[in-house]
């Protein structure tokens, strides 16, 4: 691709590997640094046959703008679209090229049977308006939550003792590379009903959806005390966040029978004393904002409301 030179003298070109780092700074401005770690990848990874278009905007050697059209390959035909700029540079029409740019790939490349996907910080008005213009809708909204650790040690390990005994549930630690062929098949247990990426009726590619998650994640399995020998029932996934204290919960779910026990409080507090005894300093996570059992317990938890993020979508054809 030719570079494109818009106002101000920013041209914009393909994303090269050297440029992926920057590009990353920028596009968690829109998606959020908890999406730092999935950027990253989605840049760097591509798989043969794979969607996957990304550019940089550059001004005087400086990377000033950032957009991607990556393939979300546990959710087959969803693609993830992304534009960003930085603060000083915005208003100058770069943001509008590069969506142009994708725009234009996509025309040619994306067939009608793909769906457009892109999740943006639900404190970006703007952000969330400019993706309006190039006919993304928002399908759903997700609540953003902070739970700072310091100080609740003792009460954490109470309220894991207490909620686990209530759900009738052990909950363990592991990790990925330990027991990854009986968390994946937990996960493809626990995904029904929960909200998706893409059009209604999405496909879920469980093997696929081990990419979506760190080799240093931390996996709590939860097991029914009178059930041994059955597998686990529900899991967390959470992970140390990059040059932060934090931690971020990356994914709960429970089996359909299993729901309505206090299975997911049980996770909860066990994924907050883990994190604890790690020494993280806070926990977030995000939920959906018609999930009301789990905002309950957010709350019932002294969760505090945090950014969140809005998901849309559009057809591409």
Known sequence: MTAHTVPVSAAI?????DDIPAAADLLVLAAGDDKRRRLLDQLATVEPGEIHHALVAERSGQIV????????????????????VAQNDRGR???????????AWAERHLSAQH???SALRDDLDGGRRFAQRYGLEVTRHSVGWRYDLAGRGDDLAERAAY????????VRVT?????????????GRTLPGLPLPGAEGQEVDVAQSRRMFPDAATVLLAEVCDAPGEPPCGLTVVTPQADSGDWYTVYTGVAVEHRG???????KAAALLAAYDSGASAVTTHNDDGNEPILRANRAFGMRPSVGYWSLTRPAG
């Open 163 to 170: 909620s686990g005994t209530v759900a009738g549930v052990r």
């Open 93 to 103: 029409g770069i943001g509008t090229a590069l969506a142009a740019e994708l725009t």
């Open 13 to 17: 070109r393909a994303l090269r590997p």
């Open 115 to 117: 769906v457009v996907t």
């Open 261 to 267: 026990r206090g299975v997911a409080m049980a996770l």
């Open 65 to 84: 703008g950032a957009a991607k059209l990556t393939a979300e390959p546990a959710f087959p035909g969803t693609v993830s679209a992304l534009v960003a």
């Open 175 to 187: 990790d990925l590379r330990a027991e990854e062929a009986t968390i994946m098949e937990c996960i």
